[in-house]
Nanobody
């Protein structure tokens, strides 16, 4: 398994969750990691991404100031800290790895590997 996402659950609006994406050593050392989400009946959308060395991050406007992406080299894991959650954040969240050499990309087709999803449900 190249990527494994975990940490989803049920939380009330205004609460917090931290998602984890455990990566293989090969992926973690050279790929950018992104988080995407897909709500029922909607297309998959970009949430956040972090470069292979952690030097750059990128966020969707809808989560800026509430979500933080980070990486722990010792654990080969990327985290998505989600604060002040809103009902509209409800979705299945996926982590993905991109070898794209340009700027951090928000395009799903530029990601080469995908983990299984983890469900986040935010109640009002």
């Amino acid at each position: 398994v190249q990527l494994q996402a975990s940490g989803g659950g049920l939380v009330q609006a205004g609460g917090s969750l931290r998602l984890s994406c455990a990566a293989s050593a090969r992926i973690f050392s050279s790929y950018a990691i992104g988080w995407f989400r897909q709500a029922p009946g909607k297309e998959r959308e970009f949430v956040a991404a972090i470069s292979w060395n952690g030097g750059r991050t990128s966020y969707a406007d809808s989560v800026k100031g509430r979500f933080t992406i980070s990486r722990d080299s010792a654990k080969a894991t990327v985290f998505l800290q989600m604060n002040n959650l809103k009902p509209e954040d409800t979705a299945v969240y996926y982590c993905a790895a991109s070898k794209y050499s340009g700027e951090l990309t928000s395009q799903p087709y530029e990601y080469d590997y995908w983990g299984q999803g983890t469900l986040v449900t935010v109640s009002s």
